[in-house]
């Protein structure tokens, strides 16, 4: 049984990671439709073997079909989501447009699927924000054995999260023949990010923390447990693919290093990646591409009782973005959420 699926952003950074997860994972697609904007028409995009033509997203008629993967951003999101899912299609949508909706499940397959029920109200489910998806899927295994009372995280984000223009500018910035002292460009980001870091994510809010850490702090309690604590400092840094996460965590009982290794390579979505020498942990480089969450730098955090330290890498345009997206969809499909499942 095959499944209609349209992509509305397919030609961006995440659309297209979109269209090669669901072909690599021989998602049982029975029509791929990518859909743009209007200045998009026509764009080819890959999809497995075949080659698609981008359509237009304002007069593409939904009926028929069953899931729409929205990754055109939150002002498009708000608009189209509610009559997309009027028409009978599931809209999975990774802007942060819906994350906060009570009627709208967060998910992260790993982490909470049974939340996925609540879909129908709206027929819109949302994805996480990158840096919360690889953060839950390694907190889950370890909340449900020792309960976490209280999270520190700090974030080393890489410029594809914020789309291919950012992208571009570390990459002209970085070929330029640069020198230490040397004004450059900045024009996607407040300040230099070639051989830089900007302690900015997204906009301050009134407490001085930015959005992108009120994200962390909001999402964390709506997908996992809404008892956490949770302080998060995010940067930008000069990778291009690629988000790592510094986290201190605090349980509510003793976790030892080597029980957290256990539970966590038995969990799914996770690799372990530890070995106290030179060279034994992930980097971003080594996690692009790849569908897992790694951890590695398990410690214990001893400057708080039943304290655990980590680091944590994982690719931001997979499992923060496409892969969680598909993952979603595969999991509705595995609980026959679908009418046309069901029938």
Known sequence: MGYKVAIVGATGNVGREMLNVLADRKFPVSELVPLASRRSIGTQVSFGDTTLKCRDLETF???GTDFCLMSAGSAVSKEWSPRIGAQGAVVIDNSSCWRYDQDVPLIVPEVNADAISGFSKKNIIANPNCST???VVALKPLHDAATIKRVIVSTYQS??????????????????????????????????????????????????????????LAETKKILDPKIKLSATCVRVPVFVGHSESLNIEFARPMPPEEAREILRAAPG??????????????PVEAAGEYDTFVSRIREDATVENGLAMWIVSDNLLKGAALNAVQ????????????????
């Not at 450059?184 to 301050?204: E, S």
């Not at 979603?328 to 029938?343: D, N, T």
């Open 270 to 283: 996770i690799q372990v990646i530890d070995k106290r020498e030179p060279g034994g942990y992930i980097t």
């Open 133 to 135: 998806a690889q953060m």
């Open 61 to 63: 008629d939904f009926k």
């Open 159 to 216: 410029v594809s999260g914020a789309g291919k223009d950012a992208m571009d500018e570390l990459w002209h910035q970085t070929k330029g023949k640069y020198v230490p002292g040397q004004e450059v460009d900045a024009k996607k980001f407040p300040k230099q990010i070639a051989f830089n870091c900007i302690p900015q994510i997204d906009v301050f809010m009134e407490d001085g923390y930015t959005k992108e850490e009120w994200k962390m």
């Open 328 to 343: 979603i969809a595969e999991a509705m499909i595995e609980r026959r959420l679908l009418p046309k499942a069901a029938a």
